[in-house]
């Protein structure tokens, strides 16, 4: 429902129009760059050097331009806008490269042993913060045995791979379950004392005195340091080299950039690469709880994120005061731990057009929350049409995940999954999205609703019995109740699913309930206490649909969808063939979604009005009498090549 438009006296709407433009008669445009100086006012003629100068003066409804150069500092803004109308712009320049790095550049370095070099860095560099002290800890980490720091160092702009052993630099022994082994040889450790840090790297051939040689010094590139920073705009930079801690979901999630618990960002047209841990993040504070688990043992990781969730309700977790950003079109990569994280803080967000990959390749170290994008309470997020590749898991819905949207993205080459949906009741929507990795999805979850997707994975469900998580008032933060998993409940409609051709694994699923099940096809739901709603799904090449399933089509022909990347341009190959066009499909709305079992919200739109899934991946508006199965409205006949991204 739209706002009634206010009605006001003429000579009151007269003061306020003056107001008004005598406010924008006076935004100011502060300009930033590399040959200006932080003694200058900001003009164009006479430019600040520093981004963190002009930050300092901005108010709301300002512009801060940076022009072309490289800029090595952390943005910590003092201060948001105060509306969407009068907000706090910090853009590049148009046409220009401007590029913000929390690095600095490290010379002198002195032969140590055969290919290795040691460099003295005095700590002075540092300040307050060293990330060759700082370790990687937090809730769900995983350091795979060994101790790991937030710096790193870089060699024309790669990244080397620490080692927590200095003979491991003098030797270093390649890793062999990554995709680029022979980068794992160029390894670096460091240590400190009360005034240097030392760091020795092995350089094998190159001499780092005559290459471009960086390491970590900054925690982040741009994070405020207090919550409430709202109605922020970070457009068109290049963002690299940050030294982040573990964004935990009980954590202060701190990323290469970071809302920090605000309002209102946009994040637009950036590329965003190279963090230790995590690249964007819409995550929580400090104040509610930071890594509460590591810190208390006694009480599970469940509980304990139960009780930070009362407690950010307790701090205004609410429509009005967090979350509502836009991330869109920027490219996120070389993330180590997740491409855009945000526990609790991405509520009633959209993020769309991103292209995001090279997530957590180096494998140094693990954890729970890693991710293309890592949501916990994407209450009524939209995510949309994202090209997320070589990230690990793909999506990661983890805990309230209600009125969620994910439609029209495109995932493959993903290693663990391309989308998991943990402890979340619905009801959300997943719907004309191209799922090509091994594990199309992983289902720990009740309440979706999944519609005209290619899924060419296989499935896995599982149940949750002993965890209880939260549900939610429709539209809203406000808790509902809590709830565990039983699995199922969920809608799969207008689907197509293609198998790998093999009969079915040993043992049969015939007479048996396991707690978990995975393969090609809705079959490994049979088993689930709670019972799916289908129709109009195809199945090819051997994936089996769910018990009792009626209208479905199976055929064997195998469509053999492959992923083309030409010239900045991904087309998908397949072959449908013309039978699988004899579907029985039908149009999806709120009306045949129904309720979800838990919750007992409908499928709807975030402003409540009822929900009809009438357009595909491109969205191109579908036919009701020639609807087709799968992502595609009309994909067309025989063999396709499919212009995805």
Known sequence: MFPTRCKVPG????????????????????????????????????????????????????????????????????????SDARRIVYQAAPGEKVMIKGSEVVRDWKLFAPGVWKAVVPNSLFGAYNPYKDLIVGDWFGAKGRPHHTGEVYLNGKSLFETHLLERVLQPQALTDIVDVEGSTYTWFAESDDRFTYIYANFHDRNPNQELVEINVRDSCFY????????????????????????APTAEQIGLIGTHWSKGWIIEDNAVSDSKC?????????KTGHNVWVNDPRKDGATHYNEVILRALQFGWSRENIGSHIVRN????????????????????????????????????????????????A???????????????????????????????????????????????????????????????????????????????RILSRPEPTRSTPYHLPHSTALAGLNSTTGGDNRFYNNIFIGNGAPPAAPTE?????????????????????????????????????????????????????????????????????????????MVDSALLKNAKVSALPYENGDGSPLVIDTDYFGKKRNPATLLAGPFADPGQGSLRIEVW
């Open 11 to 82: 000579r009151v709407a007269s003061c306020l129009a003056f107001v008004c433009a005598a406010h924008l008669a006076y935004a100011a445009e502060y300009h930033v760059a590399a040959a200006g100086s932080d003694q200058n006012g900001g003009s164009a003629t006479r430019p600040f050097r520093t981004i963190s100068a002009a930050a300092r003066v901005a108010q709301p409804g300002d512009t801060i331009t940076v022009h072309e150069g490289t800029y090595r500092e952390r943005v910590t803004p003092p201060r948001g806008g105060d």
């Open 224 to 247: 405020p340091d207090q919550p409430g920073r709202n109605y922020i705009t970070i457009r068109g930079f290049q963002m690299a080299h940050a030294a982040t801690q573990w964004a």
């Open 278 to 286: 995590a690249c964007i993040s819409l995550g929580k504070e400090r």
């Open 330 to 377: 920027n490219t996120i990569f070389n993330c180590e731990q997740a491409g855009i994280v945000g526990s609790l803080g991405a509520v009633f967000s959209q993020i769309t057009n991103n292209h995001i990959y090279n997530v957590w390749t180096k494998r140094q170290f693990n954890g729970a929350e890693m991710g293309g994008i890592k949501l916990h309470g």
């Open 379 to 457: 209450i009524d997020v939209l995510i949309q049409h994202n090209r997320i590749h070589h990230a690990g898991r793909g999506l990661w819905m983890d805990w309230m995940a209600q009125g969620t949207r994910i439609t029209g993205n495109l995932l493959y080459a993903n290693t663990t999954d391309d989308l998991f949906v943990e402890v979340n009741h619905g009801p959300f929507l997943v719907d004309n999205n191209v799922f090509l990795s091994g594990l199309s999805l992983s289902d720990m979850s009740e309440g979706g609703a999944y519609v005209h997707n290619l899924m060419a994975g």
């Open 510 to 586: 015939t007479g048996t309930n396991p707690l978990r099940f995975g393969g090609y096809g809705l079959w490994v739901y049979n088993h689930r206490e709670l019972p799916l709603f289908t129709g109009g799904n195809v199945y090819f090449k051997g994936a089996r649909g769910y018990t009792g399933e009626t209208g479905a089509l199976t055929l064997a022909a195998d469509p053999a969808p492959a992923i083309v990347e030409e010239g900045g341009h991904v087309y998908l190959r397949l072959n449908l063939g013309a039978d699988f066009r004899t579907a029985k499909t039908r």
